[in-house]
Each structure stands twice: as C-alpha cells, then as structure tokens.
C-alpha cells in the first residue's frame, strides 16, 4: 500500500490513519532493535519512506487548497 498512487486516492482520514500507524510500526520496531534482533531491518526504512510519503502528500493537498 506504499506506493504513491495509491496514497493520493486515499481520503485525508485514511492518510492521518496510515500515518499513525506507520509512525507506531516504527516506533516498535526501533525499540525491537534495540533489545532483540530484528526479523526485518528493511522495515526501519519503509516505515519512514511510508511515513515521508503520506507528509508529502497531505502537504501537496495543503498547498492546492490554499492556492485556490
């Protein structure tokens, strides 16, 4: 559900909860990495792209709003 396509259709609902999520999966799974090896350390760096992507987007929306 990472690319960006998908994100730009989803609602500003969805993007604020798939942003909280991926900023909670994220915190987990620094934490895990810290006490236990972590079974994906891929997945420190998809959370934060995930994460800088949904900004990107809500920022796009913010600034066509505002434009208008």
Do not use: G, N, W, Y
Request: no cysteine; charged share 40%.
């Amino acid at each position: 559900m990472s690319k960006a396509k998908e994100l730009r259709d989803m609602s500003d609902e969805q993007l604020d909860l798939t942003a909280k999520e991926a900023v909670d999966k994220l915190f987990r799974a620094r934490v895990q990495s810290q006490t236990e090896r972590l079974d994906a350390p891929s997945e420190l760096k998809r959370q934060r792209r995930l994460i800088a992507r949904v900004k990107t987007i809500q920022t796009e929306r913010l600034q066509a709003a505002a434009a208008k």
